[in-house]
DNA sequence: TAACACCATCGAATCGTTTCGATACACATC
DNA sequence: GATGTGTATCGAAACGATTCGATGGTGTTA
């Protein structure tokens, strides 16, 4: 059943039914309306392999996304999901494995399927300007950090800002009075990663108040809940007097969390825990756990939003920064 | 740049480096190796729109998923995809939302996108034999229950026995001493849901251990924390002298924790909680969850397995059933 | 050397759309 | 009646691949 057939049965020529199917052009009602009937009635579906052929360009959004169950993700994933299926249009996504080029990765998508535009969600991009520019379609970064400086307007992009937020965090832990405060993230060999941005907020904040940065009280563990267990542990032995911790993730402040109860000491008459993104499982957790939370599914959202602007069109880059939020929930204290 | 293009180039046919690029047919060591360089120096890609409508088929994967952030389903789906990549296959995920018929979605999607194959991910089908056989691709349906009898033959499965798996929890609960167990999930007004087959274990249990079945033990709740802590506290609220809970997922499970926790009752010490799935985070629950693991990976390995058997020409559809495994972590106790 | 097989390669037709230039008709204008 | 203007429609070319039947060259055999 193609479009032939329809425009047969109709008793009209093929490009009358393909100016129907795409309101396009003009048609009169009632051959429309015959079309429109035809069609239904033998639930023709046009091929998308044809139509993208010929227009050398697909309907279809991508999505290249590093840990597709890390669960702040998920809700993401979920949100533009739902906000590109409204939109009509088919998603495609691909996971990134660590090592890959997810550039590289998309252009080859890209060249394939003529994708219509592509979102890049979290992990850090080692990519020049020229590298960006090269994709040829529309694209967001969302919660992603760049190595190197590209200038702004060759990308759009949706984040929060890293530096401030774990500022945020740690600077709440002192004015509780917490003065051994300890910083649980990623940070693999590289520069200017999720880890690294908000380990700088950390020390801003521990400097602004005249505590002296103590690498000790730093731990390196993956984003989910065993190696922030790990870490945890690792910590409580070097016997710092440690009095709080700030988690780069709910999901390590989740394993931190255990640790520490496990270790027998009390959350948060011992140690005060602040985690990062707001997840659904955090608030649940008992105690409750405090974090900054990040609105992922407005980000999700806009996301989508600005990759259809520059679809439709538009010329401008975007860079749209959400506001994070301390949630207070019952996981810290005031000491002394 | 196009096949014509590299043909050019690598001064030779067309249809050579079609073949060249499939390796079908007979080309000279020599001519191959040259029109891949020319390939390779231009960053060549066939455009899979080209090829797809030409075979009438692309390489294609669709995921008809319900509720893409559920952390069991993240998961799973976290596999598939690097299953189906690893096969070089692009995977295409669309959410199914409650009430729209997720058999005509993909339909739409098979026409639309010559699809390779399908794999419908959660939920509850209402479909009859004919409807699945019109499909006309290669599917497997993954922990999925139907609501119609429909023959065996026509469709592949991954799964596990929800009944035999909610019997295994309750008369663990049981062994340990309690009488009065709630149970905790969603009875959408279906037949065969999975929460009616976990019921059917539950009450199974009860009943060959001389328990009365009381409805007012079971709470109707969606497999979230909020609505796992709501229908707890409603439970709870009921003074039914529980000590014991049993969560149809984790999720659930961890709302039910907080629940009882926050309200002064100990967990294991007065309510014993058990919940389903094998979720990370419930490990990492204080205390630690008892729940009854599903194995997600492999389940979702599988699928994928038995779809490119199905694609690569098998006829005989697979249901594979998974043994669920009682996981004894911290949450329940022996009382009496 | 004629006949034949085999290997490497080629070109044309084809997949199902979109789209542009052409056409045909009706009606108004001069 | 010649010309012009719109409106509704049509057919053919094109998108970039695959594939089948055809072709030409080389080597083998009788």
Redesign the interface.
Known sequence: MNIKDIAKISGVGISTVSRVLNNSGVVSDATRARVLSVVKQHNY??????R??KKTQ?N?IALMVK???N?FF??M??EV??QV?LRGC??????VEDGVDEIAAAM??I????LYGVIFMGGTYDHSEEEFRQLGVPFVLTTITTMKEVDPSAFSSVSIDDVTSAYKATSYLISLGHRNICFLARFPFMENTIGNRRLLGYKKALEEHGIEYDPAFVEDCEY???F??AAAKRLLSKNLGVTAMFAASD?IA??A??AV??SGLSIPGDVSIVGFDGI??A????P?LDTISQPGVEMAHVSVEILFDLIAGETANRHVVFESMLVKRGSSRKVN
């Open positions: 579906v046009p091929n998308s392999n044809a993208n052929l697909s279809t840990g597709i169950s669960p998920a809700n994933i979920k999901e739902r299926h088919p998603l495609m996504i691909q996971q080859q998508l060249k394939e399927k003529n989910a809940p065993s922030g267990f999901a989740i394993g969390a255990k109860l496990s659904e499982m608030e649940y957790y008992h409750s």
